[in-house]
Protein backbone atom coordinates (compact mmCIF):
# COMPACT_ATOMS: atom_id res chain seq x y z
CA UNK A 1 0.00 0.00 0.00
CA UNK A 2 1.35 3.49 -0.62
CA UNK A 3 0.72 5.87 1.69
CA UNK A 4 1.98 8.97 -0.85
CA UNK A 5 4.82 11.37 -0.51
CA UNK A 6 3.88 13.30 2.16
CA UNK A 7 6.00 13.63 5.20
CA UNK A 8 4.69 11.78 7.92
CA UNK A 9 4.97 12.16 11.50
CA UNK A 10 4.24 8.43 13.15
CA UNK A 11 3.25 8.34 16.20
CA UNK A 12 2.40 5.28 18.67
CA UNK A 13 0.30 5.57 21.56
CA UNK A 14 2.11 3.26 24.15
CA UNK A 15 -0.10 3.54 27.19
CA UNK A 16 -3.88 4.41 27.88
CA UNK A 17 -4.07 4.61 32.01
CA UNK A 18 -1.77 3.82 34.93
CA UNK A 19 -2.10 0.35 35.09
CA UNK A 20 -1.76 -0.22 31.58
CA UNK A 21 0.70 -2.78 29.84
CA UNK A 22 4.13 -1.57 30.64
CA UNK A 23 5.14 -3.70 27.69
CA UNK A 24 3.57 -1.66 25.21
CA UNK A 25 5.63 1.09 25.18
CA UNK A 26 9.14 -1.23 24.10
CA UNK A 27 7.44 -2.75 21.55
CA UNK A 28 5.92 0.28 19.98
CA UNK A 29 9.68 1.16 19.84
CA UNK A 30 11.45 -1.43 18.85
CA UNK A 31 8.70 -2.64 16.37
CA UNK A 32 6.62 0.28 15.32
CA UNK A 33 8.76 2.71 13.03
CA UNK A 34 7.94 5.70 15.11
CA UNK A 35 9.02 9.07 15.20
CA UNK A 36 7.65 10.00 18.55
CA UNK A 37 6.02 7.81 21.59
CA UNK A 38 2.89 9.26 23.82
CA UNK A 39 1.96 7.97 26.74
CA UNK A 40 -1.33 8.92 29.08
CA UNK A 41 -0.97 8.05 32.78
CA UNK A 42 -3.72 10.31 34.09
CA UNK A 43 -7.30 9.83 35.13
CA UNK A 44 -9.31 12.08 37.65
CA UNK A 45 -8.84 9.85 40.45
CA UNK A 46 -5.14 9.73 39.61
CA UNK A 47 -4.12 13.23 40.60
CA UNK A 48 -5.78 13.25 43.77
CA UNK A 49 -3.66 9.60 44.59
CA UNK A 50 -0.62 11.11 43.34
CA UNK A 51 -1.41 14.17 45.76
CA UNK A 52 -1.50 12.16 48.95
CA UNK A 53 2.12 10.48 47.45
CA UNK A 54 3.49 13.73 47.59
CA UNK A 55 1.73 14.82 50.96
CA UNK A 56 3.60 12.26 52.93
CA UNK A 57 7.06 12.58 50.81
CA UNK A 58 7.77 15.27 48.54
CA UNK A 59 9.73 12.89 46.06
CA UNK A 60 6.71 11.66 45.29
CA UNK A 61 3.71 12.65 43.51
CA UNK A 62 4.40 11.28 39.49
CA UNK A 63 3.09 7.75 37.85
CA UNK A 64 5.97 5.66 39.27
CA UNK A 65 5.61 3.11 36.50
CA UNK A 66 7.16 5.44 33.99
CA UNK A 67 10.67 4.78 35.41
CA UNK A 68 10.57 1.33 34.47
CA UNK A 69 8.76 1.59 31.55
CA UNK A 70 11.93 4.62 30.52
CA UNK A 71 14.17 1.96 31.79
CA UNK A 72 13.15 -0.49 29.07
CA UNK A 73 12.22 1.76 26.09
CA UNK A 74 15.18 4.82 26.38
CA UNK A 75 18.44 2.49 24.95
CA UNK A 76 16.12 1.75 22.23
CA UNK A 77 14.41 5.25 21.74
CA UNK A 78 17.45 6.62 21.08
CA UNK A 79 19.38 4.68 19.15
CA UNK A 80 16.15 4.82 16.93
CA UNK A 81 15.68 8.12 17.39
CA UNK A 82 12.24 8.21 19.13
CA UNK A 83 11.19 11.17 21.57
CA UNK A 84 9.10 10.56 24.38
CA UNK A 85 6.37 12.56 25.27
CA UNK A 86 3.84 11.57 28.48
CA UNK A 87 2.24 13.10 31.40
CA UNK A 88 3.59 10.68 34.32
CA UNK A 89 4.73 13.99 35.90
CA UNK A 90 1.60 13.87 37.63
CA UNK A 91 1.90 16.41 40.94
CA UNK A 92 5.66 16.62 40.83
CA UNK A 93 7.01 16.84 37.35
CA UNK A 94 10.45 18.22 38.32
CA UNK A 95 10.64 14.89 40.77
CA UNK A 96 9.90 12.90 37.90
CA UNK A 97 11.91 14.63 35.43
CA UNK A 98 14.72 14.35 38.18
CA UNK A 99 14.42 10.22 38.64
CA UNK A 100 14.43 10.02 34.72
CA UNK A 101 17.26 11.93 34.35
CA UNK A 102 18.72 9.56 36.65
CA UNK A 103 17.88 6.61 35.19
CA UNK A 104 18.93 7.65 31.85
CA UNK A 105 23.07 8.51 33.35
CA UNK A 106 21.94 5.00 35.00
CA UNK A 107 22.06 3.63 31.38
CA UNK A 108 25.04 5.45 30.39
CA UNK A 109 22.78 7.77 28.01
CA UNK A 110 24.10 10.63 29.54
CA UNK A 111 24.26 13.54 27.12
CA UNK A 112 22.03 11.77 24.28
CA UNK A 113 19.07 11.82 26.35
CA UNK A 114 17.55 15.61 27.39
CA UNK A 115 14.54 15.95 29.83
CA UNK A 116 12.11 18.14 29.63
CA UNK A 117 9.93 18.68 32.43
CA UNK A 118 6.55 21.03 31.99
CA UNK A 119 5.20 22.32 35.29
CA UNK A 120 2.26 25.26 36.23
CA UNK A 121 -1.05 23.11 36.14
CA UNK A 122 -1.31 22.64 39.50
CA UNK A 123 -3.29 25.15 41.36
CA UNK A 124 -3.64 23.32 44.52
CA UNK A 125 -1.38 26.17 45.98
CA UNK A 126 -2.83 29.06 44.81
CA UNK A 127 -7.02 27.92 45.31
CA UNK A 128 -7.03 30.71 47.65
CA UNK A 129 -5.82 33.58 45.88
CA UNK A 130 -7.72 33.27 42.50
CA UNK A 131 -10.96 32.41 44.74
CA UNK A 132 -10.48 35.72 46.69
CA UNK A 133 -9.97 37.20 43.10
CA UNK A 134 -13.16 35.78 41.75
CA UNK A 135 -12.82 32.55 40.37
CA UNK A 136 -15.74 31.13 41.81
CA UNK A 137 -14.63 27.06 41.37
CA UNK A 138 -18.17 26.25 41.23
CA UNK A 139 -18.97 22.53 40.01
CA UNK A 140 -19.30 22.41 36.34
CA UNK A 141 -21.80 19.75 37.03
CA UNK A 142 -24.10 20.48 39.75
CA UNK A 143 -23.72 24.48 40.27
CA UNK A 144 -22.29 23.84 43.49
CA UNK A 145 -20.69 26.47 45.37
CA UNK A 146 -17.14 25.89 46.04
CA UNK A 147 -16.96 27.05 49.92
CA UNK A 148 -18.88 24.21 50.52
CA UNK A 149 -15.97 21.73 49.96
CA UNK A 150 -13.04 24.51 49.73
CA UNK A 151 -11.39 23.49 53.34
CA UNK A 152 -11.12 19.80 52.31
CA UNK A 153 -9.94 20.38 48.93
CA UNK A 154 -7.53 17.47 47.79
CA UNK A 155 -6.08 18.39 44.46
CA UNK A 156 -7.04 21.12 41.91
CA UNK A 157 -4.95 20.33 38.45
CA UNK A 158 -5.73 22.51 35.29
CA UNK A 159 -6.03 20.56 31.97
CA UNK A 160 -2.99 22.42 29.53
CA UNK A 161 -2.19 22.00 26.08
CA UNK A 162 -0.02 21.15 23.63
CA UNK A 163 1.94 24.54 23.25
CA UNK A 164 4.43 23.49 26.23
CA UNK A 165 4.90 20.06 24.66
CA UNK A 166 5.80 22.12 21.50
CA UNK A 167 8.07 24.80 23.45
CA UNK A 168 9.90 21.55 25.33
CA UNK A 169 10.98 20.05 22.02
CA UNK A 170 11.51 22.95 20.24
CA UNK A 171 14.43 23.48 23.34
CA UNK A 172 15.64 20.34 22.27
CA UNK A 173 14.35 17.93 24.55
CA UNK A 174 13.47 14.28 23.70
CA UNK A 175 11.80 12.96 26.38
CA UNK A 176 9.05 15.60 27.76
CA UNK A 177 7.23 14.65 31.24
CA UNK A 178 4.28 17.19 32.05
CA UNK A 179 1.54 17.08 34.24
CA UNK A 180 -2.09 17.38 33.54
CA UNK A 181 -1.32 17.67 30.04
CA UNK A 182 -4.41 17.21 28.26
CA UNK A 183 -5.04 13.58 26.94
CA UNK A 184 -5.06 14.14 23.29
CA UNK A 185 -2.57 17.25 23.49
CA UNK A 186 0.34 14.34 24.35
CA UNK A 187 -0.28 14.07 20.13
CA UNK A 188 -0.85 17.29 19.08
CA UNK A 189 2.55 18.53 20.62
CA UNK A 190 4.57 17.05 18.54
CA UNK A 191 2.70 17.92 15.51
CA UNK A 192 2.77 21.54 16.14
CA UNK A 193 6.42 21.21 16.49
CA UNK A 194 7.07 19.35 13.48
CA UNK A 195 5.06 20.41 11.02
CA UNK A 196 5.00 24.24 12.28
CA UNK A 197 1.47 24.13 12.64
CA UNK A 198 0.48 27.95 13.87
CA UNK A 199 -1.56 28.28 17.35
CA UNK A 200 -4.26 29.47 14.94
CA UNK A 201 -4.25 27.18 12.04
CA UNK A 202 -7.98 25.42 13.70
CA UNK A 203 -7.98 22.97 10.93
CA UNK A 204 -4.86 21.55 11.82
CA UNK A 205 -5.10 21.79 15.58
CA UNK A 206 -7.89 19.83 15.23
CA UNK A 207 -6.72 17.42 13.06
CA UNK A 208 -4.37 16.83 16.21
CA UNK A 209 -6.54 16.42 18.44
CA UNK A 210 -8.54 13.63 16.14
CA UNK A 211 -5.01 12.30 16.08
CA UNK A 212 -4.14 12.17 19.73
CA UNK A 213 -7.95 10.98 20.39
CA UNK A 214 -7.27 8.21 18.25
CA UNK A 215 -4.42 6.79 20.62
CA UNK A 216 -5.21 8.13 23.86
CA UNK A 217 -6.87 5.03 25.46
CA UNK A 218 -4.08 2.40 24.13
CA UNK A 219 -5.56 -1.07 22.97
CA UNK A 220 -8.91 0.27 23.72
CA UNK A 221 -8.68 1.94 19.88
CA UNK A 222 -7.41 -1.92 17.94
CA UNK A 223 -10.38 -4.08 19.13
CA UNK A 224 -10.46 -3.64 22.74
CA UNK A 225 -13.51 -1.52 22.23
CA UNK A 226 -15.25 -3.26 19.58
CA UNK A 227 -18.38 -4.29 19.83
CA UNK A 228 -18.35 -7.25 17.25
CA UNK A 229 -15.59 -8.09 19.96
CA UNK A 230 -15.97 -11.78 18.89
CA UNK A 231 -14.54 -10.80 15.72
CA UNK A 232 -11.43 -9.49 16.81
CA UNK A 233 -8.49 -11.76 16.41
CA UNK A 234 -5.22 -12.14 18.77
CA UNK A 235 -6.67 -9.77 21.79
CA UNK A 236 -4.46 -12.18 23.89
CA UNK A 237 -1.34 -10.09 22.02
CA UNK A 238 -3.52 -7.10 20.96
CA UNK A 239 -1.25 -4.55 19.29
CA UNK A 240 -1.29 -0.42 20.12
CA UNK A 241 -2.19 1.82 17.95
CA UNK A 242 -0.13 3.82 15.82
CA UNK A 243 -0.97 7.25 13.64
CA UNK A 244 0.80 9.04 10.59
CA UNK A 245 -0.06 12.28 10.01
CA UNK A 246 0.81 15.01 7.68
CA UNK A 247 1.72 18.66 7.45
CA UNK A 248 -2.20 19.13 5.96
CA UNK A 249 -3.92 17.19 8.89
CA UNK A 250 -4.37 13.58 6.91
CA UNK A 251 -3.98 10.89 9.47
CA UNK A 252 -3.83 7.10 8.72
CA UNK A 253 -4.62 4.94 11.53
CA UNK A 254 -2.87 1.60 12.04
CA UNK A 255 -0.93 -0.54 15.01
CA UNK A 256 1.93 -2.09 15.89
CA UNK A 257 3.06 -4.68 13.13
CA UNK A 258 3.03 -8.13 14.25
CA UNK A 259 0.32 -7.89 16.82
CA UNK A 260 -3.21 -8.89 17.39
CA UNK A 261 -6.28 -6.90 17.39
CA UNK A 262 -8.13 -4.72 14.25
CA UNK A 263 -7.81 -1.54 13.21
CA UNK A 264 -11.18 -0.91 10.72
CA UNK A 265 -13.44 1.52 10.11
CA UNK A 266 -16.05 0.59 12.79
CA UNK A 267 -12.97 0.06 15.11
CA UNK A 268 -11.74 3.67 14.66
CA UNK A 269 -15.32 5.67 14.62
CA UNK A 270 -16.24 3.46 17.79
CA UNK A 271 -12.97 5.42 19.51
CA UNK A 272 -14.27 8.60 17.81
CA UNK A 273 -17.05 8.99 19.61
CA UNK A 274 -15.89 7.87 22.99
CA UNK A 275 -15.76 10.31 25.78
CA UNK A 276 -16.58 13.27 23.33
CA UNK A 277 -19.96 14.77 24.29
CA UNK A 278 -21.08 16.99 21.72
CA UNK A 279 -19.61 16.03 18.52
CA UNK A 280 -20.10 19.56 16.91
CA UNK A 281 -18.02 20.92 20.09
CA UNK A 282 -15.02 19.10 21.47
CA UNK A 283 -13.24 21.45 24.25
CA UNK A 284 -9.75 21.20 24.41
CA UNK A 285 -7.27 23.91 25.89
CA UNK A 286 -5.91 24.13 22.24
CA UNK A 287 -8.86 24.10 19.78
CA UNK A 288 -12.89 23.11 19.76
CA UNK A 289 -12.97 20.40 17.44
CA UNK A 290 -16.07 19.75 15.29
CA UNK A 291 -15.74 15.85 15.04
CA UNK A 292 -19.04 15.71 12.82
CA UNK A 293 -17.20 16.80 9.50
CA UNK A 294 -14.62 13.65 9.89
CA UNK A 295 -14.72 11.24 6.80
CA UNK A 296 -13.51 7.70 7.86
CA UNK A 297 -12.01 5.76 4.44
CA UNK A 298 -11.08 2.15 5.24
CA UNK A 299 -7.82 2.03 2.81
CA UNK A 300 -6.48 -1.73 3.84
CA UNK A 301 -6.35 -4.20 6.85
CA UNK A 302 -5.42 -2.67 9.59
CA UNK A 303 -5.04 0.85 7.65
CA UNK A 304 -8.10 3.59 7.99
CA UNK A 305 -7.94 7.10 6.75
CA UNK A 306 -9.35 9.81 8.35
CA UNK A 307 -9.79 13.86 7.70
CA UNK A 308 -12.10 16.36 7.24
CA UNK A 309 -11.00 17.96 10.78
CA UNK A 310 -12.31 21.40 11.07
CA UNK A 311 -11.53 23.48 14.29
CA UNK A 312 -12.44 27.21 15.86
CA UNK A 313 -10.51 29.12 18.81
CA UNK A 314 -10.36 26.97 22.14
CA UNK A 315 -12.54 28.13 24.73
CA UNK A 316 -11.27 31.12 27.11
CA UNK A 317 -11.30 28.88 30.16
CA UNK A 318 -9.67 25.80 31.13
CA UNK A 319 -11.33 22.72 32.96
CA UNK A 320 -9.89 21.99 36.57
CA UNK A 321 -9.51 18.60 37.64
CA UNK A 322 -10.09 18.89 41.75
CA UNK A 323 -11.05 16.46 44.41
CA UNK A 324 -11.99 16.64 47.82
CA UNK A 325 -11.77 14.58 51.00
CA UNK A 326 -15.62 13.18 51.40
CA UNK A 327 -15.64 11.04 54.21
CA UNK A 328 -14.80 7.20 54.42
CA UNK A 329 -16.40 3.70 53.21
CA UNK A 330 -15.61 0.16 53.03
CA UNK A 331 -17.69 -2.36 51.48
CA UNK A 332 -17.36 -6.45 51.57
CA UNK A 333 -18.52 -9.02 49.10
CA UNK A 334 -20.78 -12.14 50.22
CA UNK A 335 -21.33 -15.10 47.31
CA UNK A 336 -24.35 -17.34 47.62
CA UNK A 337 -24.02 -20.11 45.36
CA UNK A 338 -27.37 -22.13 46.10
CA UNK A 339 -30.66 -22.72 45.01
CA UNK A 340 -32.72 -19.14 45.68
CA UNK A 341 -29.07 -17.27 45.59
CA UNK A 342 -31.28 -14.02 44.89
CA UNK A 343 -33.56 -14.35 47.69
CA UNK A 344 -30.82 -15.54 50.74
CA UNK A 345 -28.65 -12.38 49.26
CA UNK A 346 -31.91 -10.34 50.21
CA UNK A 347 -31.99 -11.85 53.68
CA UNK A 348 -28.75 -10.73 54.38
CA UNK A 349 -28.96 -7.73 53.03
CA UNK A 350 -31.83 -7.00 55.43
CA UNK A 351 -29.94 -8.89 58.50
CA UNK A 352 -26.52 -6.34 57.79
CA UNK A 353 -29.39 -3.40 57.93
CA UNK A 354 -30.75 -4.34 61.35
CA UNK A 355 -27.58 -4.77 63.11
CA UNK A 356 -25.71 -2.17 61.52
CA UNK A 357 -28.77 0.07 61.88
CA UNK A 358 -29.16 -0.83 66.14
CA UNK A 359 -25.49 0.59 66.99
CA UNK A 360 -26.52 4.23 65.61
CA UNK A 361 -23.71 4.83 64.05
CA UNK A 362 -23.50 8.33 62.02
CA UNK A 363 -23.62 6.94 59.06
CA UNK A 364 -24.18 8.84 55.61
CA UNK A 365 -24.62 6.66 52.88
CA UNK A 366 -25.53 2.52 52.89
CA UNK A 367 -25.97 0.60 49.61
CA UNK A 368 -26.74 -2.96 49.20
CA UNK A 369 -26.25 -4.90 45.56
CA UNK A 370 -26.88 -7.73 44.00
CA UNK A 371 -24.28 -8.55 41.67
CA UNK A 372 -25.45 -10.83 38.97
CA UNK A 373 -29.38 -9.77 39.46
CA UNK A 374 -28.93 -6.58 37.54
CA UNK A 375 -27.38 -4.38 39.98
CA UNK A 376 -25.63 -2.67 37.56
CA UNK A 377 -28.07 -1.41 34.84
CA UNK A 378 -30.38 -1.14 37.88
CA UNK A 379 -33.35 -2.55 35.67
CA UNK A 380 -32.84 -0.54 32.69
CA UNK A 381 -31.77 -3.41 30.76
CA UNK A 382 -34.19 -6.55 30.81
CA UNK A 383 -32.95 -9.05 32.89
CA UNK A 384 -33.78 -12.44 31.31
CA UNK A 385 -32.63 -14.81 33.88
CA UNK A 386 -35.69 -16.54 35.76
CA UNK A 387 -33.64 -17.45 38.64
CA UNK A 388 -29.73 -16.78 39.04
CA UNK A 389 -27.71 -19.50 40.80
CA UNK A 390 -25.15 -17.56 42.08
CA UNK A 391 -25.30 -14.15 43.25
CA UNK A 392 -23.13 -11.84 45.17
CA UNK A 393 -24.01 -9.22 47.91
CA UNK A 394 -22.01 -6.40 47.68
CA UNK A 395 -22.83 -4.36 50.51
CA UNK A 396 -20.56 -0.87 51.40
CA UNK A 397 -21.24 1.92 54.16
CA UNK A 398 -19.79 5.52 53.99
CA UNK A 399 -19.04 7.76 56.94
CA UNK A 400 -17.36 11.34 58.33
CA UNK A 401 -15.07 8.72 60.26
CA UNK A 402 -12.99 6.13 59.52
CA UNK A 403 -14.35 4.75 63.16
CA UNK A 404 -17.70 4.39 61.76
CA UNK A 405 -17.56 3.00 58.86
CA UNK A 406 -14.77 0.38 60.77
CA UNK A 407 -17.20 -0.14 63.64
CA UNK A 408 -19.94 -1.20 61.11
CA UNK A 409 -17.71 -3.55 59.69
CA UNK A 410 -17.53 -5.92 63.12
CA UNK A 411 -20.81 -6.18 63.05
CA UNK A 412 -21.18 -7.12 59.38
CA UNK A 413 -18.63 -10.28 59.65
CA UNK A 414 -21.72 -12.46 60.30
CA UNK A 415 -20.92 -14.98 58.24
CA UNK A 416 -22.58 -17.77 60.23
CA UNK A 417 -25.82 -15.75 60.83
CA UNK A 418 -27.55 -17.03 57.83
CA UNK A 419 -28.92 -17.38 55.43
CA UNK A 420 -26.69 -20.22 54.84
CA UNK A 421 -24.91 -21.03 51.35
CA UNK A 422 -22.70 -17.94 51.57
CA UNK A 423 -18.61 -17.91 51.33
CA UNK A 424 -16.92 -13.81 52.42
CA UNK A 425 -15.13 -13.18 48.96
CA UNK A 426 -13.11 -10.69 51.56
CA UNK A 427 -10.24 -11.95 53.48
CA UNK A 428 -10.89 -10.60 57.22
CA UNK A 429 -12.61 -7.47 57.59
CA UNK A 430 -13.05 -4.83 54.65
CA UNK A 431 -10.35 -1.99 54.76
CA UNK A 432 -11.26 1.28 55.61
CA UNK A 433 -10.23 3.78 52.78
CA UNK A 434 -10.68 7.86 52.69
CA UNK A 435 -13.54 8.63 49.90
CA UNK A 436 -11.66 11.60 47.20
CA UNK A 437 -14.83 12.78 45.47
CA UNK A 438 -14.67 14.51 42.12
CA UNK A 439 -15.04 18.27 41.48
CA UNK A 440 -14.61 19.46 37.69
CA UNK A 441 -14.75 23.08 37.39
CA UNK A 442 -13.25 25.82 35.54
CA UNK A 443 -10.72 28.81 35.66
CA UNK A 444 -9.66 31.53 33.37
CA UNK A 445 -6.87 30.33 30.55
CA UNK A 446 -4.52 33.66 31.63
CA UNK A 447 -4.58 32.07 34.95
CA UNK A 448 -2.82 29.50 34.54
CA UNK A 449 1.00 29.92 32.58
CA UNK A 450 2.44 26.70 32.22
CA UNK A 451 6.84 26.57 32.34
CA UNK A 452 9.36 24.41 29.93
CA UNK A 453 12.17 23.31 32.60
CA UNK A 454 15.14 21.75 30.98
CA UNK A 455 17.00 19.16 33.11
Request: charged share 25%; net charge negative.
Amino acid sequence: MTLGEARRIRIGGGLGYWGDDTSAPGRLVRDGDLDYLVMDFLAEVTMSILQKQKQRDPTLGYAADVVGILRDVLPDAVRRGVKIVCNAGGVNPIACADRVRQMADELGLGDAVTVAAIVGDDLLGRVDELHTQGVAFANLETGADFDAIKERLACANAYIGATSVRDALAAGANVVLGGRIADPSLTLGPLMFEHAWADSDWDLLAAGIVAGHLVECGAHSTGGNHQDWQKVEGLEDVGFPIVEVTADGEIIMTKCPGTGGRVARETVVEQLLYEIGDPTTYLTPDVTVDFTTLHVEELADDAVRVSGATGRAAPDTLKVSAAYSDGYSGNTLYLYSAPDALARARRAGEILDFRIGRLGLALTETRTDFIGAGAVHEGRTPHTADEPCEVVLRYAVKADTADAVRRAFVEASTIFHGPPGKTNLISGRPKVTEVLSYWPTLVSREAVVPEVVIL
